[in-house]
């Protein structure tokens, strides 16, 4: 198909749409199904690329993946789980960074992992050293080959003390996924504390596991021998559901996000607040969700930082400056989770927005990036009125702040690339559609 989308701007967004279970739990709840010895059964999984990849991965390691009853429901049967070939899981290489969590159930189950050279957004360095060292601390042995890592545990997984340099979610999780079933104790600081880590707890929980979660981001676990399968709802997409309230306040549109949930988006909500936005919560069980829109005047700048949870996601970040493009004054975002997140503006400066990229932290406290030559701090100054321009998607969330500017724009902008959306954004070409926006294949 042509992957292109020719975008007809200039008019607001103005409708409902729906999210489902979010991409960064559904594809680490596919990968915990591994872990038990009876089937698993997951509610509300997107049809997004990402899902098909962790189905296909664990499909090659013999985990029957089926879908279920009921719309989006997957029944994951890891009964009769096996070794992969490398040829076969290296077709997967560069296409997810999820494989790396495949280490500790694998390890559990066959005593061997096999592991292709991971991909992702290329957004930073996007080392996995904290995943590595956590593994060889239980005991693992990694091996780096050719075209991956084999990663074996001859003597078993045990229980440890570990203590992450950043409390990161990918290391995390994997710290999770491999002590709920190593011998013993391990106790994990500086722990990632997300709504999608832990609803990964609560999931691990029902399979039996035992987790307890302290302040100060210290996570324990007791290790158990056995794990059964679960039923599971995943929470809500956030990134989702924030990503559709930006381009409600960029276009000056009224978006209905059903499913969206107000906890998990409670300091995306103060900012939309802040910059002059609207919301209004409905918290019914069926059909629930949060209305998102712009209630006329100017929006104000602000001056924002990306951070783990509780702070102001990182994945947030690039639909919400597309919006401050249009508040009056000058923003600042200061990206301090990925070294290389801001090279997107470049082409909403080609749009008539104005935007000026900087080494320093600007505006809050100094990040891990400070005077190490990244561009990781930008000015916004607004507002400004976008043009159509041709587009070229860098990554997911840049791509979706692109498709933003482009809806929010004058004239008739060509999006080359779209098809990287859909790794993260169901059906967005339908949601679109269902929202009113002036869109068609190129
Ligand atoms: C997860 O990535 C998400 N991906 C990302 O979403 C999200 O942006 C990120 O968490 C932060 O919330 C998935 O869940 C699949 P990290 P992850 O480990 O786990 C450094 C999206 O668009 N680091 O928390 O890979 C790393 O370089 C994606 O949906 C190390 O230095 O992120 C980064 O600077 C993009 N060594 C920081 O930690 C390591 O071994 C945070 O990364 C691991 C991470």
Same mark, same amino acid.
């Given at each position: 198909m042509n992957d292109v989308l020719v975008v007809h701007g200039g008019a607001p967004l103005h409708g409902n749409i729906r999210v489902r279970g979010a991409k960064n739990l559904v594809s680490k709840a596919m990968v915990a199904a591994?872990?038990?010895?009876s089937p698993s059964r997951l509610f509300?999984?997107?049809?997004?690329r990402d899902v098909e990849v962790v189905r296909g991965l664990l499909e090659l390691h013999g985990v029957r993946v089926s879908d279920g009853a009921t719309e989006g429901e997957l029944v994951l049967d890891p009964a009769n789980a096996d070794r992969a070939d490398a040829d076969e899981i290296n077709v997967?290489?560069?296409?997810?960074? %999820?494989? %790396?969590?495949?280490c500790g159930p694998l390890l559990h189950r066959l005593g061997h992992a096999f592991i292709p050279d991971l991909g992702g957004c290329?957004?930073?360095?996007?080392?996995i050293d904290f995943h590595l060292q956590a593994l060889r601390e239980f005991g693992a042995i990694v091996d780096k080959t050719a075209s991956g890592m084999e990663i074996t545990a001859p003597n078993g997984l045990h229980g440890t003390k570990l203590q992450l340099p950043y409390p990161s979610v990918g290391a995390t999780e994997q710290v999770l996924l491999t002590a709920v079933k190593a011998e013993g104790v391990t106790e994990l600081r500086n722990a990632a504390v997300e709504p999608e880590i832990i609803d990964l707890i609560c999931l691990l929980q029902k399979m039996g596991a035992i987790i307890k979660v302290h302040t100060d981001r210290v996570i324990e676990i007791e290790g158990v021998k056995r794990l059964g399968g679960y039923t599971h709802r995943p929470i809500p997409d956030r990134i989702e559901a924030a990503s559709w309230a930006a381009a409600a306040l960029a276009t000056k549109g009224d978006v209905f996000v059903e499913g969206a949930r107000q906890a998990e988006m409670m300091t995306f909500l103060n900012t939309y607040l802040s910059v002059g936005g609207a919301f209004e919560v409905d918290d019914s069980p069926v059909g629930g969700g949060i209305r998102f829109w712009h209630p006329g005047g100017e929006l104000r700048a602000v001056v924002l930082e990306t951070d783990v949870h509780?702070?102001?996601?990182t994945d947030w970040q690039q639909p919400m400056v597309v919006a401050l493009t249009q508040a009056r004054g000058l923003s600042i975002m200061h990206e301090?989770?990925?070294?290389?997140?801001? #090279?997107y503006t470049r082409a909403l400066g080609s749009m008539g927005a104005t935007i000026q990229v900087y080494r320093e932290c600007l505006g809050g406290t100094p990040c891990?990036? #400070?005077?190490?030559?990244?561009?990781?701090s930008a000015v916004i100054a607004g507002p400004s009125k976008l043009h159509a321009a041709e587009l070229m998607i860098p990554d997911l969330r840049a791509g979706f702040s692109h498709l933003i500017a482009a809806l929010a724009a004058e004239g008739t902008s060509q999006v080359h690339g779209?098809?990287? %959306?859909?790794r993260g954004y169901e059906d967005f070409e339908g949601k679109l559609a269902a929202l009113g926006a002036h869109v068609e294949r190129g």
């Open positions: 591994l872990l038990g010895d509300d999984v997107p049809a997004i997967h290489a560069g296409s997810s960074r %999820i494989p %790396i969590l495949l290329n957004i930073g360095g996007r080392p509780p702070g102001f996601m301090t989770v990925y070294e290389r997140r801001l #090279g891990r990036f #400070g005077r190490r030559n990244f561009l990781h779209v098809s990287l %959306i859909n």
